[in-house]
């Protein structure tokens, strides 16, 4: 007579919920990424766009310099 080895549906559903639950218990606990927006991105893009800008213009008279001293 052959039997059979694998768990039932019922035990594999009562298996999932208890590692369901203990994985969420885990996970409250856990140091895990941050996912989504960050606090600071505003902030951040702020001071790229104001380097950036800063940058444009320093380059701008640098060359508007050097054309009135070649000229």
């Known amino acids: 007579m052959k039997t059979n080895s694998a768990p039932s549906t019922a035990a594999?559903?009562?298996?999932?919920a208890e590692t369901n639950s203990a994985s969420s218990a885990a996970a409250k606990d856990a140091n895990l990424a941050e996912t989504g927006t960050n606090d600071n991105t505003a902030v951040i893009a702020g001071v790229?766009?104001?380097?950036?800008?800063?940058g444009g213009g320093t380059a701008l008279a640098v060359r508007r310099r050097k054309t009135r001293h070649a000229a």
Not at 12 to 16: E, G, I, T, V
Not at 48 to 54: D, E, M, V, Y
Request: without cysteine.
């Open 12 to 16: 594999k559903d009562a298996n999932f």
């Open 48 to 54: 790229a766009a104001t380097l950036i800008t800063a």
